[in-house]
């Protein structure tokens, strides 16, 4: 293939809606263009070419959908992230369109369609592509601020309004990737206030302020959001994962049940999941997580996750049950792993498989068989896999007695964890490290280091980057004093009322009976002195009553 033709992927699974695609963009211009029927297909390509464009249908038959394909590819970094996406779907349910405009597509068309409208829209985009060439490959080399940087020199000419707004969305994505949650809110903010109908500012707001750790903010926005048909489901599992956050886990689980069972996609099943579990109700998560795996019987990769799902879950009740209440709940786990992984599809699934069989051999108590399964597994096996494989990695390690290689692993989690930025996987993998921490006995050495490593942020007045180590610090060790006090510094220095689900009121109560170094005495008084002469600020208006509203 020519290598300055664009290449671009057709996904698409009906033979003569491919074929009418294919030749509708070739009337465009000279491209390279490759055609696949599925999502199995197209990423078999993709090892072998780096496609500029996919073009997706959302619907690919018996399979994931366009949107679960491009999430599952770009995990696995075999999408690029200067790739273009084009979706194409004739489904238009609310669900449908909210699944993959989350994935912020470059182009949506709705099917039936003009080839007036597939021209218009991808000449459009083409021609946006091309003048902002040079930050895609900033993007391609991981380099966010250069591409940031470009961005902000092309906002300065003289664009159409349409380019404007392409130039300003990727901006916006860019800064919050970036954990410039100040800088993205006052972007969005800045949209609504010219015009409130902007969807896309919407969300990205509510994103930036969920990120920022203001989620009281975030509720007060979402109740705009819960009667359009549109952004629903997606208001309830925002919602719900502020909840969770705040370990409301009943108001979380009623939230959700504002979403039919089988409107939940894989994320809000596991956020569901995660509500029950807090609350001590596995019979209720086992009914959801079986119910969902039947319901998927026929699209073997969905099936799949559910099934890893349910087997995990299973893993978890064995580790928290006394040694001779373990083997039913191990038996039905290993089943369950085999029964999902009968067709190992990559390396990914097959290590996944290995550290759960593994980690079942060390609840059973032989060690060796585990030792055996992972004799061969390398660090960076662990490294390249998703965060709950990288967990049940630790865990394998630990028992093991290499805490060499375990904490090696638990370093790239916190790396790979900061760098999320979907809340619900956020949540979800925030509560598993959590719990594996304290389960290991890392938590107070965890906490340590976060707290010294949120000190050089804070002496640099980087506070945003600070508060949140700070924060974390206490959640491992709410019984340390200064971890606590570091946090309620913060909020008095960025003159905010609460970070998340602690506020700073709270904590001056709290630590009033705790003992403080002289130092920290001292500290706390200035403090408190500060926080008195701005009462008006630190004030909270509550709204958990306006919450309840919105439970079913």
């Known amino acids: ?166 130039l300003i969305k990727l901006k916006g994505r860019l800064l919050i990737s970036e954990q410039r949650y100040t800088e993205s809110a006052a972007l969005y903010s800045d949209i609504l206030e010219k015009s409130s109908n902007v969807l896309w500012a919407h969300w990205g707001l509510i994103k930036s302020e969920f990120m920022a750790g203001q989620w009281r903010h975030c509720q007060s926005m979402l109740d705009s959001l819960i009667t359009e048909q549109l952004t629903k489901d997606k208001a309830y599992e925002w919602m719900a994962c502020v909840e969770i956050g705040k370990e ?40 959801l997580l079986e119910k969902k795996r039947q319901s998927n019987f026929t699209v073997k990769e969905r099936f799949d996750e559910y099934t890893i799902e349910l087997a995990r879950y299973h893993l978890q009740l064995a580790e ?122 890392f938590a107070e050495e965890k906490a340590k280091k976060i707290n010294d490593q949120g000190m050089v942020y804070y002496l640099a007045n980087q506070l945003q980057e600070a508060i949140d180590l700070f924060y974390k610090a206490r959640l491992l060790c709410p019984e340390v004093p200064a971890f606590t006090l570091n946090l309620l510094q913060c909020l008095s220095d960025i003159k905010k009322a609460e970070y998340k689900d602690q506020q700073a009121l709270m904590l001056v109560e709290e630590l009033r009976d705790k003992p403080l170094s002289s130092s920290n005495e001292k500290r706390f008084k200035i403090i408190q002195q500060k926080l008195k002469a701005n009462p008006e600020i630190y004030k909270i208006h509550d709204v958990e009553d306006d919450i309840s509203i919105n439970v079913a």
């Open 248 to 287: 409301n886990f009943t108001t979380a689980e009623r939230l959700l049940d504002n979403i039919k069972e089988n409107d939940l996609t894989i994320p809000a099943t596991k956020l569901k999941v995660l509500a029950y579990k807090m609350q001590g109700r596995s019979e209720e998560a086992i009914r």
């Open 320 to 441: 928290n049950s006394a040694v001779n209440d373990r083997a039913p709940k191990l038996h039905a786990a290993k089943c369950l792993i085999g029964n999902a992984n009968r067709t190992i599809l990559d390396q990914q699934t097959q290590h996944q498989r290995d550290y759960m069989l593994a980690f079942a051999s060390i609840l059973e108590g032989d060690k060796q068989r585990a030792e055996r399964i992972v004799q061969d597994k390398t660090v960076n096996d662990a490294k390249n896999a998703k965060i709950a494989s990288m967990v049940d990695a630790i865990k394998v390690w630990f028992n093991l007695g290499n805490t060499e290689k375990a904490k090696e692993i638990w370093n790239e989690c916190d790396r790979k964890l900061s760098a999320k930025d979907d809340q619900i996987d956020q949540i979800l993998a925030d509560n598993l490290i959590f719990e594996t921490e304290k389960s290991l006995g």
């Open 1 to 166: 293939m020519a290598t300055n033709k664009t290449k671009i992927a057709i996904v698409e699974d009906n033979a003569t809606a491919r074929m009418n695609l294919r030749s509708n963009l070739m009337s465009l211009g000279d491209f390279d263009i490759a055609s696949y029927s599925n999502g199995k297909e197209l990423r078999n390509g993709l090892r072998t070419i780096e496609f500029d464009i996919v073009v997706t249908d959302f619907h690919l038959g018996q399979s994931k959908n366009g949107v679960e394909w491009i999430q599952y590819l770009t995990e696995g970094k075999l999408i690029k992230p200067s790739t273009g996406l084009v979706f194409l779907t004739s489904d238009r349910l609310p669900r449908t369109i909210s699944q993959i405009l989350d994935i912020h597509p470059d182009i949506l068309i709705i099917k039936p369609y003009t080839l007036k409208t597939l021209h218009s829209s991808m000449l459009h985009y083409l021609a946006v592509r091309r003048k902002i060439k040079p930050a895609l490959e900033f993007l391609d080399n991981e380099q966010p601020n250069k591409a940031l940087k470009f961005i902000d020199n092309m906002l300065t000419d003289d664009l159409s309004k349409r380019t404007r707004a392409d």
